[in-house]
């Protein structure tokens, strides 16, 4: 058996997360989890067993209502000023810079169970812009994850974008000169890269010409459909009395945007936020929307309810489910919401819309006109929503989509390029 490389290929996601090595001149991935070569990048602290669960086990436990805290999205924190904050979980005083190396020590670990070696070095994944608006928090999260990286274990570690890595691996079918597009959507991030392939010169084959990315993705999705499908049943956008006087205002946003963000949802559940909630029942005129909100805090229903939004947005992506719903029975028994193809078209072609604009700004930057693309390769779950594809094809009307690789096109060109990435 050729002896894998001694550099670990970590694609870490906001969703989900992978690990290959270049085997025998082929990507190989790793079983991180029995039969499975991704893994949630999910963490539930576990209060009667005091000790942490990754992964699929942690999706589980949150589920069938376990009790302890869940938390998801962990990428997205990168860069802010949350990452260093400590705060008591289990006992322990932590920040998100143990709970993020604690998941890629777990990844080290059965890496190294699995290929019966140490990896002392990683080539990571990493969105072109973690940040969309800000050149320091770029480079804060990088050094966030670096620290994180090295707090695991390894020695060293280098990045590569995330759609140059996809790039590599999926080049091989594209005619020699020929341009291609990298849609690069995961849970927290649009990345794009515009390559040719030169078809002699670089030990790739590829030329990257052009990179670029916005702070947009899959978590934005499923918030964006929770405003506006779920949060008014909790009582957005209800009217509140005035503690004096007679008149009324409308409960403020704030709460019902937090709740509906992934990363922000563990922040929900301390004091302060349930007194808020508890004196907007008190107050409002009509009281049963807030007094399901102050259950959701309560009882620590957000992620169920962000889960139960994204298989929703997951059926109405689907042509045979026409009739997809937000099942909110955690909440209260037959709550729920229907969710159209129509709806769901309605709330994300803003989004939509900016992650264009970000491939129109790729394309500029790479000096290519949208005629000129011969391939969009689509990659991340995300890419694969019916108004991404849509709106891409109507930008690019002359390339042909391929979709075969979208789960593992990153984490499979991180394998290909981890052999060299010390060299």
Request: net charge negative.
């Amino acid at each position: 058996m050729t002896r894998p490389s001694q550099t670990l290929g970590i694609d870490f996601g906001t969703s989900n997360s992978a690990a290959g090595i270049l085997l025998a001149g082929s990507p190989h991935l790793i079983e991180i989890e029995p039969g499975e070569k991704t893994l949630p990048t999910s963490v539930f602290f576990d209060f009667d067993r005091r000790q942490p669960i990754y992964g699929t086990h942690a999706n589980a436990a949150l589920i069938n209502g376990d009790e302890g805290r869940f938390m998801r999205a962990l990428k997205s924190i990168l860069g802010t000023s949350l990452m260093r904050e400590k705060r008591l979980i289990l006992g322990e005083r932590i920040d998100f810079i143990d709970i993020i190396s604690r998941f890629l020590k777990l990844l080290k670990i059965r890496a190294e169970e699995a290929c019966y070696c140490d990896f002392d070095t990683a080539l990571s994944g990493r969105p072109v812009l973690f940040h969309s608006d800000s050149d320091s928090k770029n480079a804060q999260a990088e050094k966030d994850l670096r620290d994180c990286y090295l707090a695991a274990g390894f020695k060293d570690v280098r990045f590569m974008y995330e759609p140059e890595a996809a790039a590599l691996a999926n080049h091989q079918h594209m005619a020699p000169g020929s341009l291609g597009l990298i849609v690069d959507i995961g849970g927290g991030t649009s990345d794009f890269t515009v390559f040719k392939l030169d078809g002699a010169g670089s030990s790739s084959g590829i030329d990257i010409l052009a990179s670029h990315g916005v702070r947009i993705g899959g978590t934005d999705f499923d918030r964006r459909l929770s405003i506006d499908n779920v949060m008014p049943l909790l009582g957005k956008g209800s009217q509140i009395r005035d503690v004096f006087g007679p008149g009324t205002s409308t409960a403020p946003n704030a709460i019902f945007h937090d709740l509906a963000t992934w990363q922000k949802i563990q922040f929900q559940y301390n004091p302060d936020a349930r007194r808020a909630a508890a004196e907007l029942e008190k107050m409002a005129v009509e009281r049963v929307p807030l007094q399901r909100l102050n259950t959701v805090l309560n009882e620590e229903l957000g992620h169920d309810i962000a889960f139960a939004v994204e298989r929703g947005k997951i059926h109405a992506n689907t042509p045979a489910h026409p009739g997809a719903r937000i099942d909110l029975r955690a909440v209260e028994r037959h709550l729920g919401c229907d969710l159209s193809h129509d709806s769901m078209t309605q709330s994300l072609t803003p989004l939509a819309e900016k992650i264009r604009n970000c491939a129109v700004e790729t394309l500029d930057r790479a000096d290519v006109t949208p005629d000129q693309i011969g391939s969009v390769i689509l990659v991340g779950g995300s890419s694969l929503m019916g108004i991404i594809e849509s709106t891409l094809c109507q930008l690019l009307p002359e390339a042909t989509v391929q979709r075969t690789a979208a789960l593992t096109a990153v984490v499979d060109g991180l394998a290909m390029a981890s052999a060299t990435a010390f060299e």
